[in-house]
């Protein structure tokens, strides 16, 4: 953004948000000097308080209050309801009360150190923890002495305006914790532990050396140690093969608790018949790293959500209008003919007829532009827009949750579980595996029949305990672990680790156009008309710059001038312009048939046209001069993606939007590509579904709600986002907007990842086929059992970690 | 030799204190947030004087 000198201070920055503050305002406090009221109101409660501290430990770390609006006051009026009040409330006794809270805005050490002192600025206040990586905040308060409203209203007085949502309250924040997956990892450490210290003097003493009481106290013991690991920490295996048992097919954990069960059955005979110390060993050891391998692979990122509906965006609460006043009642209440208000910066909840008042949506949630469309009284307006401007009255047409942006979530897509779309690779090796390893042990067993039924049982396990794929089972954790880290640090966040085995299937990619391929709150702003004089410039700017309007601050931006000019009588007319006197010119700038006032419109065909872009038309003392055209900027490197994966995928671009950009975009894509126009929601999840069932494996990239059906019907949904802890509809993974470029670098790190994979695979195989091969001859020692199954695991999980790190440096990644 | 089975007592029933302090550490809620806590010390105790 270019900031013209001529309002500024030279390098005043506001001491509360660091942003650059404007002269003209000059709003001080002391010495210090803000950007706005909000700013220094927040710096000024702090001051009282004794809590200036907060600035010492960062530069400007307060969040801009410039963007909030002054609230109405009676905003929170719903948190007095007490079923809302319960359902945000953890615990409460009466006399205290424990309450989570989502703030997006905490971004260094000074907002823990602030949200932690809250209990000076509130004695009701008990104690309050902030988890820095969620961006949570666990408030205890004395609900005698603060009211849940009063914590929330104090929050946002610092400028932490806690993030209340309608999922909040149907379903309480949920933190996501994985403690039972430790509990394991530290009883199967444990008992590993021991067991082989128990172990070694059986590896070491020469044969027969060892005193045979010793022998089965050990045996006895490790049996004992051996037991919790197998039946506790390794139980989610069990459950996962018996899962997919009862799905009629076998998994790879299928081979793997088979495995584990001769083990421990062969162990337990040798054991208390005295015949031999058996393997407890190398049964800990495996369940020991497998459960490492699980704890690699579950990174997960816990400051963002892939969750996501619309509910997480919409309020809790909304104003209904009646004829005694207004009330504050949860949405999830409203019905149909409800008069509602929604003042400035407010979501719309449902779908509803525009009453009374000037509208100015802006669906920038929805769609991913930013540019407000005005709405007048009788217009239809779809719920997930906001109001910009004044308040204004809605009639309500249909419920929340059967609104037309709403309704796609009850389709069956979302009711789908995410596991059944996917087939994982190690599955399907696992099937093929344990198929060929039951074949061999009975193989082995009836090889040996004829010489004694021992040797035969002897072989036949031993072939089932030697074949444990724990190689195969431990690649994939590895491999797709580390790869979801090396793509986080690209910024491209993986929901788990599935999803980079499935970007690696990938053949066709569907891009949304408004805020994916485009860039949101950016645009290109040409002028098309008669030349304009320096003079005039300098009225345009003069006059845009008393407008809050988007458009007019790129007008703003785009004029090239510094001197302004004095304007009297402005006025803004929403959703239509902006007109002013300025030096005895009358200037306006605003839609066609306004700039144009007496009708005798315009440049001919223009008119018509005037449709397919957003046009903003200027005329001076009367006479139109041109219009402001408002082309959309394309992502950096859209043209290298495209020019490198025309040939490899097939592209499609699914838009919400009119024709308009039709021509920029092809010059993106091929004949090849397919590019649609006007495709609603629906549309598009339709489209993708099509393409799946035309054999196509689809990845998805959208940004707004408007592409959530489509991302969560695709193979991959990508969500882009310009903060990516904000603001993004359920998908498989986040990206950074910033990294749009580096797109074709992830896709192709993630198939290079399942090359890895499958030499791997080969590797474990043959450590296999070497381990079966002793085995048929039923000559295994717990020595070398013990020494060939870490082996294997230990090569594998190098090899993975190691070949995907050296990829990813040759990717440049 | 009958004193290895007694060392060998002793040293699971160590050893499973540790593994008792590490069940009690997760259940205490410290795995919970990783990085937090690392900041917070480093926060200066309240000198109430200081005007």
Redesign the interface.
Known sequence: MQISEVNLKEGTLCYHCGDVCNKSLDIQSGDKVFCCTGCKTVYEILHENNLCKYYDLDNSPGISQKKLESAASSRYSYLDDPKIVTQLTSYNDGKISVSNFVLPQVHCSSCIWLLEKLYKLNSGILHSEVNFVQKTVTIKFNPNEISLRQVVELLTAVGYEPQISLSDIENKVKFRSNKSLYYKIGVAGFCFGNIMLLSFPEYLAPVGSLEHSFKQFFGLLNLVLGAPVLFYSAGDYFKSAWSGIKQRSINIDFPIVLGLVVLFIRSSFEIITNTGVGFIDSMTGLIFFLLLGKIFQSKTYDALNFERNYKSYFPVSVTLKRSAGETSIPVSNLKNGDRILIRNNELIPADAILFNGNANIDYSFVTGESIPVPKVAGEIIYAGGRQRGSAIELEVIRTVSQSYLTQLWNKDTFIKKDEDKFNSLVNIVGKYFTVVILFVAAAAFMYWYPTSLRTAINAFTAVLIIACPCGIALTNPFALGNAVRILGRKKLYAKNASVVERISKIDTIVFDKTGTITKTGDADITFNGSVLSSIEQKLIKSLVRNSTHPLSGRIYDAIETNELLEVTSFVEHSGKGIEAVIEGNTIKLGSALFAADNNKILLGKDRNSAKLDSRIFLSINGSIKGFFAINNIYRKGLEEITSEFKDKYKLVVLSGDNEGEKENLERFFNYKSTICFNQSPHDKLEYVKELQAGGHKVMMIGDGLNDAGALKQSDVGVAISEDVTNFSPACDAILDASEFSSLNKLIGFSKTTKKIIIISFVISVIYNILGVTLAFQSEISPLLAAILMPASSITVVLFTVLSTNLMARKRGL | ?GV??IL?FF??LV??G??VA??WA??SGQ??????PS??I??DDESESKK
Do not use: C
């Not at chain 2, 795995?31 to 937090?36: H, L, Q």
């Open positions: 030799m290895i089975i060998v040293s699971v050893a499973g540790f593994l590490f069940i997760v259940r795995y919970d947030d990783r990085y937090t900041v917070r480093l926060f």
